[in-house]
């Protein structure tokens, strides 16, 4: 598996990854992909993973998507994104968030090192979305 940037030809399976954002995502991809925030995981060719980021949170890289295929989960490609993304951060602090209703993404969240950092309240989604942090350096 390979960590890479997206090429023009995998913007329909990121935007597939990207479709449980509902309408807001090919607004959501086409911005990531202006601002070269996006990693993909290439597996043999077919985009199986994507990572969506900024870096202009608080001078803080915060992970705003990972999505992966759901025939390829449980086998790694989640942790080698985050692995990427962080060793590309400017900022030694990376957040990212979650709907307190993910179990899933809580639980990947602590395993790769992530700890808790506060909550939004308020959002459209209707839940809770729980905030994470993690010290990459000091
Ligand atoms: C959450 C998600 C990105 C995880 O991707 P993944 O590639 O399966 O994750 P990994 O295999 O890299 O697993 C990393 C860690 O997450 C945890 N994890 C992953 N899937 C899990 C599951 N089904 N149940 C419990 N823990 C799980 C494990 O602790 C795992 O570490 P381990 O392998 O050392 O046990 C994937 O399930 C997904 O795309 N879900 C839908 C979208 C989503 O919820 N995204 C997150 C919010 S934006």
Redesign the pocket.
């Known amino acids: 598996m390979e960590i890479r940037a997206p090429q023009p030809s995998d913007v329909d399976a990121v935007m597939q990854?990207a479709s449980?954002l509902g309408p807001v995502a090919g607004p959501f991809v086409r911005s990531h992909l202006d601002r070269h925030h996006l990693l993909v995981?290439d597996l043999d060719g077919e985009v199986i993973?994507v990572l969506a980021y900024r870096t202009d949170w608080f001078q803080c890289t915060f992970?705003?998507?990972?999505?992966?295929?759901?025939d390829?989960?449980?086998?790694?490609?989640?942790?080698?994104?985050?692995r990427a993304v962080e060793g590309m951060s400017p900022s030694p602090r990376i957040f990212?968030?979650?709907?307190e209703t993910?179990?899933?993404?809580i639980?990947?969240?602590?395993?790769?090192g992530f700890q808790t950092s506060g909550h939004i309240d308020n959002l459209p989604q209707g839940y809770r979305e729980l905030l994470f942090y993690k010290r990459l350096r000091p």
């Open positions: 990854l449980g995981a993973g992970v705003t998507l990972v999505s992966v295929r759901e390829h989960r449980k086998r790694g490609v989640a942790r080698a994104l985050f990212s968030s979650t709907e993910n179990a899933v993404s639980q990947m969240h602590t395993a790769l």
